[in-house]
Nanobody
Framework: VQLQASGGGLVQAGGSLRLSCAASGRAVSSTVMAWFRQAPGKEREFVGSITYTGSIVKGRFTISRDNAKNTAYLQMSSLKPEDTAVYSC????????????????WGQGTLVTVSS
């Protein structure tokens, strides 16, 4: 399974951004897709995931998927400077919770910078 994350960039506080995670080698419809982020000097943090039955997300963020495009998305709204981080998507065949060690496949990460 290969994952390609994209959509990061510079956005002002209060703005929105949608990240994409294109998958190949496995259907996202049968895969648990997750998003993590890592800010400078901080540990990797679980943002949320989408499973076969629904999504688990944090507050202002929403995770969805387009099975036809085999892509998962992270919609972020009301962004704050503290949301600045490298965002990575990950995949696992079964529900793996928030522990990054349980995810088998990772995308390369995309940088999101939120200016104040």
């Amino acid at each position: 399974v290969q994952l390609q994350a994209s959509g990061g960039g510079l956005v002002q506080a209060g703005g929105s951004l949608r990240l994409s995670c294109a998958a190949s080698g496995r259907a996202v419809s049968s895969t648990v897709m997750a998003w993590f982020r890592q800010a400078p000097g901080k540990e990797r943090e679980f943002v949320g995931s989408i499973t076969y039955t629904g999504s688990i997300v944090k507050g202002r963020f929403t995770i969805s998927r387009d099975n036809a495009k085999n892509t998962a998305y992270l919609q972020m709204s009301s962004l704050k400077p503290e949301d600045t981080a490298v965002y990575s998507c990950a995949a696992a065949p079964y529900y793996s919770g928030s522990d990054p060690r349980m995810y088998d496949y990772w995308g390369q990460g995309t940088l999101v910078t939120v200016s104040s």
